[in-house]
């Protein structure tokens, strides 16, 4: 299995406009096995979406090293795909043209043109090939960046908030459809959320972080089996310990009574 | 009260008919061999009664013609009012404001000599364009992705470009051998300042994470420039190129007072120096329902490029 993600120390510092320096990680440690389901979980602000846009090669670490299956991390790469929060689907492109736009970049669509209605028809968007972006509802958007970026095959998904921006029962659905790919899939799937609830339901570790500059406060292995229950007793009791921990982080004092 | 509006312009062109048949022509104004307005009010009567039958047989409620009805109406009724003024009563002076009949007259009758110079005319506009449109867009791109010819080029396209084109005339009768090459380079110059400022303009707002999206996609520098950058600025473009279009027709008339020898410009200024006043309308005429053309052209290219637009960006 290929698509294990090491980090080592990793800080980065950011200069802004008006000459301060941020620390948004200071000393981030973290081994992702191939194939897991990890959650990053944080106060906002806390530079998750730092972290995920380091593995992704976006952007390079102040100090520290990021490497994939043994190999530094140097720029992006196809096998290494991102799924933005709000998709950002290009709108000039019909949906069709959005979702074959890796294998027409990477050179390979001729080869490989048959599974752009693959991943269409996975998607269920078969029939809004020739609609544009602004013709289609937040579900079905988001729905076609996952497959926009699936296509290329990458060894590991980098998911930012993708359910942030939808409803309650559109996030729900699209969960299952999360989970259902990565058991089929079998790829390392790294979710940067703030949804507790959506943390515990998806995946096999939860890392929970402290807000910024962020470290990993804590991680929680999540050994509940697939498809897992919201009510149940084991679901509410890590919720509540993630909460707990997301609560009194940062903060020293007690508040000294019970309710 | 709508079957009544769609007859009105038929009404108005009866009105016209009438006033021109049996009211006496001042004898101010030289007669023409055809009566030129009558046979123009004829084929408008064809045409608005084709138009009254296609909408009575349309099923749907939306009458097209009717909803135009009122202005052609009053349309009409100002040229019959015009027809009053100068053919009939000659209230105004007669060589500079000739009957409809006259100016008519020059486009049917001058139409082999007209035709030729809105050919040359054509020539200069579309090679000037042509260049300016290439020129512009290649500086945009280059000067919106690159940040080194953006430093160098910059302060020069933000120097030359507010210059009006026509101001470059004393140099560019120097400079090109023939005054057509520069004419053409002026028409080109007054379409690629705004071409190039919109299309670098554009490139710069593109949001960054249209670019980051296609290189985790696995799209090289290059791909993201013509895949991403290009349209995705395109609008921005579309915008440059409209503006540069109409700067572009001013440019075109001016330079052809002053140099070329022939063109539907430097026509109207010798027909105003020959004092034929008829001629001069006869060619603004044509200026106008060309140049309308010309736009509506541009407009069909932008809604076919940008179709992906629609619903989201209205100008």
Redesign the interface.
């Known amino acids: 299995m290929v698509g294990a993600i090491d980090i080592n120390s990793v800080i980065k510092k950011f200069t802004t406009d008006d000459g301060n320096e941020i620390t948004a990680l200071d000393g981030v440690d973290l081994n992702i096995k191939a194939g897991e389901f990890i959650s990053l979980i944080g106060p906002s602000g806390c530079g998750k979406s730092t972290l995920l846009r380091l593995i992704?090669?976006?952007s390079t670490p102040t100090k520290g090293t990021l490497s994939m299956d043994g190999a530094g991390i140097e720029?992006?790469?196809?096998e290494?795909?991102?799924v933005?929060q709000n998709a950002?689907l290009?709108?000039?492109?019909?949906i069709y043209d959005n979702i074959a736009?890796?294998l027409?970049?990477?050179n390979v669509y001729r080869k490989h043109k048959e599974r752009v209605s693959k991943f269409i028809n996975m998607v269920s968007l078969a029939g809004f090939e020739k609609s544009?972006p602004?013709?289609l509802s937040g579900g079905m958007i988001q729905r076609a960046g996952l497959a926009?970026?699936l296509i290329?095959d990458p060894k590991v998904l980098l998911l930012d908030e993708p359910l942030g921006a939808l409803d309650a029962f559109t996030r729900m659905n699209l969960q299952d459809e999360l989970i259902h790919l990565w058991k089929k899939e079998k790829m390392t799937m790294i979710l940067v959320t703030h949804d507790v609830d959506e943390a515990v339901y998806l995946s096999s570790r939860i890392v929970v972080m402290t807000p910024r500059p962020a470290k990993v406060e804590k991680i929680l292995d999540v050994n509940l089996s697939y498809p897992r229950v919201r009510s149940s007793s084991e679901f509410l009791y890590l919720r509540t310990q993630i909460l707990k921990i997301l609560d009194y982080a940062g903060k020293t004092e007690d508040p000294g009574y019970f309710i | 009260m709508k079957r009544l509006k769609s007859w009105l312009p038929l009404l108005s062109v009866l009105l016209a008919v009438g006033v021109d048949l049996w009211l006496p022509d001042s004898p101010l104004h030289t007669p023409t061999k055809t009566k030129y307005f009558l046979w123009f009010l004829l084929i408008l009567g064809i045409i608005f009664i084709i138009n009254i039958i296609r909408d009575n047989l349309r099923k749907t409620k939306d009458k097209n013609f009717a909803k135009q009805a009122p202005f052609y109406a009053v349309l009409i009724l100002l040229l019959n009012i015009f027809n009053l003024v100068s053919k009939k009563y000659a209230l105004l002076p007669v060589i500079f404001f000739p009957s409809i009949d006259r100016v008519f007259s020059v486009i049917v009758e001058d139409s082999a000599f007209l035709a030729t110079c809105v050919f040359s005319s054509a020539k200069l506009l579309f090679a000037g364009f042509a260049i300016g449109v290439i020129a512009g867009v290649i500086t945009g791109i280059a000067v919106g992705f690159n940040k080194v010819i953006s430093y160098w080029i910059n302060p020069l396209v933000r120097a030359i470009g507010p210059m009006p084109p026509t101001a470059w005339i004393p140099i560019v009768l120097v400079v090109f051998p023939t005054t057509f090459a520069g004419s053409v380079f002026l028409i080109a110059l007054s379409v690629w300042f705004p071409t190039t400022i919109m299309t670098a303009g554009g490139i710069q707002n593109i949001p960054n994470a249209y670019f980051e999206v296609a290189s985790t996609l696995g799209a090289g520098r290059y791909y993201q420039i013509l895949k991403v950058g290009i349209p995705a600025a395109m609008p921005q473009m579309f915008l440059g190129i409209f503006n540069g279009a109409g700067i572009s027709f001013v440019t075109l008339m001016t330079a052809e007072l002053l140099g070329v020898k022939n063109g539907i410009g430097w026509y109207i200024n010798w027909q105003k120096d020959m004092m034929a006043y008829a001629n001069v309308y006869a060619g603004l005429i044509i200026i106008a329902v060309s140049f309308y053309l010309l736009v509506m052209l541009l407009f069909k290219v932008r809604d076919r490029i940008l179709v992906w637009q629609k619903g989201v960006i209205k100008w």
């Open positions: 992704a090669g976006l720029g992006t790469s196809y290494r795909g991102l933005f950002m290009f709108p000039w492109l019909n736009f890796g027409k970049a990477r544009y602004h013709q926009r970026v290329n």
